[in-house]
């Protein structure tokens, strides 16, 4: 188990993220259409796990903002966002900023959390899912994560983009 604050108050989750240099587990998420995505969908790119709990909060809104910006200039990488969040109330966020550069997974049917390490254990958001970040590269390896210590502050761009290159 991880422990993590949120304004100042620990939690904790159900595992650890996994160990860079470890094949990221596989996983099958729910896009906004209800079609599923899953990890083999990126074989041969680098992917960013933008991972948190909800959308609907100004920190995650902000670093999937964040995130769409700086996909616009990486070559053969995908962003997707995780959150146990509704595939319609992604699909909302996005379309009304405007977002296209990321894509969007809900978890809200998966095992996604517990196969990563990041779903709440203890807390008032037990269920959903802690801010972190996963890098895979372009053979399905974990080159670089981040579980943020205070749920409220946002991730380490800077160090997640440069571990794509």
Do not use: H, W
Not at 20 to 37: M, N, R, W
Not at 76 to 84: A, G, H, K, P, R
Not at 100 to 123: I, K, L, Y
Request: glycine share 6%; aromatic share 8%; hydrophobic share 45%.
């Amino acid at each position: 188990m991880a422990t993590v604050t949120l304004k100042g108050n620990p939690f904790e989750t159900v595992g650890e993220l996994p160990a860079v240099g470890s094949k990221a587990p596989a996983f099958e998420l729910v896009k906004t259409d209800l079609s599923t995505v899953s990890l083999a969908d990126y074989a041969g790119k680098k992917l960013v796990l933008n991972i948190f709990p909800s959308v609907d909060t100004p920190t995650c809104a902000m670093s999937v903002r964040k995130f769409n910006q700086a996909l616009s200039e990486l070559e053969n990488t995908s962003v997707l966002c995780v959150s146990e969040d509704l595939p319609f109330a992604a699909a909302r966020f996005c379309g009304a900023e405007c977002l296209d550069n990321v894509e969007t997974g809900s978890a809200f049917r998966s095992d996604f959390g517990a196969a990563f390490g990041v779903s709440f254990a203890t807390g008032p958001l037990t269920g959903l899912l802690s801010r972190s970040v996963v890098v895979i590269n372009e053979s399905g390896e974990v080159i670089y994560t981040e579980q943020v210590a205070e749920t409220a502050d946002e991730p380490d761009y800077d160090a997640a983009l440069a571990a794509l290159k």
